[in-house]
């Protein structure tokens, strides 16, 4: 049994060969125009999934890369001014040893101070420091916030908080790229100190006209081992005063003295010098019997880096010449040395810190951009076009489509009316 074809059919199946036949040479036309295979996920649905997932993946590798240069600039940023921070501390320090010389007078001490003073401006810019981005390094989360600022009545406060800010630079890997000023330069432990107090009340009230003066620590390691309260008790007898010192623990007998011996019964001479333990005091006046006085361990004490030598500079402006100030300049001297030696031991580590993260960048940027090299190469056997494979196609699909056209023209031609005459 035939099949009768109709003109129309005829003419309806030869275009949409040509249809076919031109939408191929175009396609392959267009892919090697633009070098993919891949355009749309119709052009190949298996492989669609892959090479969405290997851009995106490529584009995340592009942002860590980004945030690593950024987290880069700040910490070199960061390290550059914890440098010029160190230095100026350094300079602050050797003008302190300079200040504790005792053949210095009142006028040089002075001059002194007012060095100190400028070192105070100048470490105040630097922990004021701004980024290129306009926030502050040393603010913690409040990056707009100026962390430091000077008090009206004088010292500083920190104005920001202690966060630190970590960026990611990687899979599961975030980088501190900022440090707190808070612990940086606010929380740095000062020397112990004491005052010297009367009996408080319930207790028995001093009667006599005894009063303490210039209390000073004049060996700080040995006052620190000493770790606790003295009682100096004065006993009147027959017209001889003497005084005895004790622990405020468990009333031991202390020792002072040259020779070393126990300070019991010794003799008393009002403005003499009581010399215990590393520390020091005057009492003056005439104590009544039974009277007593109190060295009173302060309690722990932090200070800002800025209040540390703003405190030295004011001691030596405020200091005269003379025995009792000499002691409490060398004291002065002294607690600032120790205070200035743990902020520089902050910095420092802080440094080294810094280099420790710099590390860390440098290699998972190693990492990153191997990553991203494989991902590329992946991605271009999947997405990329293989061109002499194209060109060989477009060659066919060209002649293909040309003999279609051909062949369309003849059998188009095809009709019985060509044959009536």
């Given amino acids: 049994m035939s099949m009768r074809i109709s003109t129309h059919q ?18 392959l036309q267009e892919q090697i125009a633009t070098g993919k295979r891949v355009e749309t996920p119709a052009d190949d649905p298996i492989a669609a999934p892959q090479i969405i997932a290997l851009k995106r993946q490529v584009a995340l590798l592009d942002q860590y890369q980004s945030n690593a240069d950024r987290a880069t600039n700040r910490l070199n940023l960061e390290e550059s001014v914890l440098d010029s921070i160190g230095d100026s501390l350094q300079s602050v320090r050797q003008l302190a040893v300079q200040a504790g010389d005792g053949a210095l007078d009142f006028g040089s001490r002075q001059s002194i101070a007012t060095e100190l003073q400028q070192r105070v401006d100048e470490l105040l810019g630097l922990v004021n420091t701004q980024g290129i981005d306009n926030e502050y390094l040393f603010s913690g989360y409040q990056a707009n916030t100026q962390p430091f600022v000077r008090d009206s009545g004088g010292g500083f406060s920190y104005q920001g908080d202690e966060g630190q800010l970590f960026i990611p630079i990687g899979s599961d890997l975030n980088v501190a790229a900022s440090d707190s000023g808070k612990t940086l330069f606010t929380d740095i432990e000062v020397p112990n100190n004491f005052t010297v107090t009367t009996p408080v009340p319930p207790a028995t009230v001093n009667t006599g006209t005894g009063m303490a003066q210039t209390p000073v620590v004049t060996n700080q390691a040995s006052y620190d081992a000493f770790s606790d309260d003295a009682v100096i008790t004065f006993t009147v007898s027959g017209g001889t005063t003497t005084y005895s010192v004790t622990r405020g623990s468990n009333g031991a007998a202390v020792s002072g003295g040259t020779p070393l011996q126990p300070l019991t019964n010794v ?41 540390i030598v703003e405190q030295l500079a004011n001691g030596l402006n405020a200091l005269g010449d003379g025995g009792t100030s000499n002691l409490q300049r060398g004291e002065l001297v002294s607690d600032a040395l120790l205070g200035l030696d743990n902020v520089l ?29 494989f991902n590329q190469a992946t991605l271009s056997k999947v997405e ?31 009709s019985l009316f060509n044959f009536l005459r």
């Fill in 267 to 307: 003799p008393y001479t009002p403005g003499e010098a009581i010399a215990f333990e590393g520390v020091q005091l005057q009492i003056s006046g005439a104590p009544a019997d039974g009277d007593e006085f109190t060295a009173l361990r302060s309690p722990p004490q932090k200070l800002d880096m800025l209040s």
């Fill in 345 to 373: 031991a902050s910095v420092n580590q802080t440094v080294a810190k810094i280099g420790a993260r710099l590390n860390t960048i440098e290699s998972i940027e190693d990492t990153n951009s191997e990553l991203k090299l």
């Fill in 10 to 27: 005829a003419f309806l199946s030869g275009l949409r060969s040509l249809q076919d036949g031109q939408a191929n040479v175009f396609g």
């Fill in 384 to 414: 990329d076009l293989d061109f002499t494979e194209a060109i060989s196609q477009l060659t066919q699909s060209t002649f293909v489509l040309q003999a279609a056209q051909q062949s369309y023209l003849k059998v188009n031609n095809l």
